[in-house]
């Protein structure tokens, strides 16, 4: 079975491959500049004492090599469009899933051999995929401490696994329940996007309970340290805390001792002093009953604990569809 | 007369099968024995694809007992390994070669006869080497049948194998299928619309319509058992009282019968002539064929 499997699929191999070895070769060239570049400027920096402020300084690679990185974002999902999608679907379509099932095996086993490679290619090439991107970012890491941000979460670590695992799994189920190509491609593409959007904005910050810390007006707030994930921040006001920024509120958002606050949750009377000083809009706030400023965040030592809680959501959601899968094809009228 | 000792391959009782508002086959009580090489005939619709697959396991029956070579089909190496199913629209990987199937049949059968494979594709000139897309219907047709055979089946289930094929091409597939057949222990059920190929190579008859089963057991005995009946016009209830009465043409001056008999007719106002299957098969369809001319009225039974 594993002969039929390469003897189909092996033409999509040798293309997955040659794109992964053309992405290696780009970020091991680009990378290894960027690391010494990184290096270098760490021992100036050290000369002159100024690299407390290094973060605002340097900046390393150029921005088109970073759309690049953070576009392997949709690797998992192109896979599962072309590799999960018309695994069992294009077979129904063409009727060689009859073929395969009259010849002495069962379709439990087929179904077996076809989505084990399946999945397990899409894991080496997510993690491959990963593995040269969170290489390739490490110096920009150790400058940024951005990697725990959603935008780098993403596509560092083992999580692109999990993604490009359940990607093909999707893929598969939807193929074999629509029973026709496109339509799989296209639920594929919907419920994988969806899903990764509601976990990664409204799932993934319960994952552990997040630490708050808050600040006194006037007071140089103390940050976490290394690469903290801020999930919420703004000003304590009479009611509780009132987030600002950070993705809550669009418009205009004020930086107030390095945490964002909104305008327009701001008092009236306040909002006009907000440009002519500190010390008078923060006695404004003071005497609107605002006590000062929070900032709710997962501290940098939960980072592996969130990769690896994510990655098994996403592998236990790929193999509850693969059972789904499993249950259509040997039950259903071929 | 073959044997009627021979133990049945296929046997099913009551079988039906719905497809939620439809049914697909219904009551169907059947039986063919071992080395038959039987003929499966109906209008369009009727349940040969339904019935075919349902026999092969890839079809769960609604209702009804199933029993092919001993067992309930099922999804189990050594009981796909004794079945032969061509499906109607001959399914292969269109970018694979012949001699990729070939392997393809190597890594997923035990008892695999590659070899007869490469034989009878070299004896009929297809090449082994192209893409099966790029090969003439009939080309396909006759790879699917040598790859079919390759697993050695017991029994041999062909949808419509030669619908597609033109009359060149067809009396290959069945020389091919006839050759197989002549190696002895296979029995074969073949679904088809062409009367005339069928009556070459089978010797059982299974003939469905609308969803039923209308006839089943050896063409020679079938055709022993009916009888046409010519004669004037007239008062039947005799003959339909003694007889079971398939089929009548009744015209101001003749009366035509298609009768099963069930002893000798006694009415001497009528002469008998034998049945040929065509007849019985069209007789049984609900139209009277051979010599009676097209414009009379045809009155037939309801089935």
Redesign the interface.
């Known amino acids: 079975?594993t002969?039929?499997v390469w003897?189909?699929h092996r033409n999509q191999a040798y293309v997955a491959a040659a794109a992964l070895a053309a992405f290696a070769v780009l970020l091991l060239v680009t990378g290894r500049q960027m690391a010494s570049q990184y290096r270098s400027a760490l021992s100036s920096c050290a000369v002159s004492h100024t690299c407390g402020n290094l973060a605002n300084t340097l900046s390393l690679g150029t921005p088109v090599l970073s759309l690049l990185v953070t576009l392997t974002v949709v690797v998992p999902c192109l896979l599962g469009v072309f590799w999960g999608g018309p695994l069992v679907a294009r077979e129904l379509e063409?009727?060689?899933?009859?073929?395969?099932?009259?010849?002495?095996?069962?379709?439990?086993r087929w179904l077996t051999v076809k989505a084990g490679w399946a999945l397990l290619a899409a894991a080496a090439w997510g993690g491959a995929v990963s593995a040269l991107v969170t290489w390739w970012s490490s110096p920009v890491n150790a400058l940024n401490h951005q990697n725990f941000q959603p935008s780098q979460f993403d596509i560092q670590g083992i999580v692109p696994a999990g993604y490009a695992v359940f990607a093909v799994a999707l893929g598969i189920a939807a193929g074999t329940l629509l029973r026709r190509t496109l339509p799989a491609l296209a639920i594929t593409i919907v419920v994988f996007t969806f899903l990764r959007l509601v976990i990664g904005q409204d799932v993934r910050q319960h994952y552990m309970t997040a630490l708050t810390r808050t600040y006194k007006f006037l007071h140089h707030p103390v940050l976490p340290t290394g690469s903290y994930w801020r999930v919420s921040a703004g000003l304590v006001g009479p009611g509780g805390q009132i987030p600002g920024g950070q993705s809550h509120v669009a418009g205009l958002t004020l930086s107030m001792n390095g945490l964002p606050v909104s305008v327009s949750s701001l008092p009236s009377a306040c909002r006009v002093l907000a440009f002519q000083g500190p010390v008078k809009f923060f006695a404004c706030l003071t005497a609107h009953g605002y006590h000062g400023l929070f900032l709710t965040y997962q501290p940098a030592s939960r980072y592996w604990a969130f990769q690896g809680i994510e990655t098994g959501i996403f592998v236990l959601l790929a193999a509850a569809l693969i059972a789904v899968t499993a249950i259509v094809i040997?039950?259903r009228?071929? | 007369m073959m044997a009627s000792t021979d133990p049945d391959v296929i046997q099913t009782r009551g079988l039906s099968k719905r497809y939620r508002r439809v049914t697909a086959l219904s009551e169907a009580t059947i039986s063919v024995a071992e080395g038959r090489v039987s003929a499966l005939i109906g209008p369009n619709g009727a349940g040969k694809t339904t019935l075919l697959r349902v026999l092969a396991g890839l079809a769960r029956p609604s209702g009804g007992e199933v029993t092919v070579l001993g067992g309930t089909p099922r999804q189990d190496p050594a009981f796909l390994a004794r079945i032969g199913f061509l499906a109607q629209e001959i399914p292969l990987y269109r970018r694979c070669t012949a001699e990729d199937h070939i392997g393809i049949g190597a890594h997923l059968n035990s008892g695999w006869d590659g070899t007869s494979v490469r034989r009878r594709l070299e004896s009929l000139g297809i090449p082994l080497d192209r893409a099966v897309g790029t090969l003439s219907g009939g080309q396909r047709a006759q790879l699917a049948l040598a790859l079919t055979l390759a697993k050695r089946p017991q029994l041999l289930l062909l949808d419509e194998p030669v619908a597609a094929l033109d009359p060149l091409a067809r009396r290959q597939f069945l020389a091919h299928l006839a050759e197989a057949v002549a190696g002895g222990g296979l029995t074969v059920v073949l679904s088809s619309h062409l009367l005339a190929d069928l009556e070459r190579v089978c010797d059982h008859l299974i003939l469905l319509a609308a969803s039923r089963v209308q006839l089943c057991g050896d063409i020679e005995t079938l055709l022993a058992e009916h009888q046409v009946l010519v004669g004037p016009r007239k008062d039947t209830t005799a003959i339909e009282r003694d007889h079971t009465l398939v089929h009548a043409v009744r015209t101001a001056r003749q009366t035509t019968l298609l009768i099963r008999r069930s002893g000798p007719v006694a009415d001497p106002a009528f002469e008998t002539a034998d049945v040929g299957l065509e007849e019985l098969v069209l007789g049984y369809m609900g139209q009277l064929a051979g010599p009676a001319p097209a414009h009379l009225t045809a009155i037939g039974e309801d089935q």
């Open positions: 079975m002969w039929l003897r189909q063409t009727g060689t899933s009859q073929f395969a099932w009259m010849q002495s095996i069962t379709r439990s040997t039950r009228d071929a």
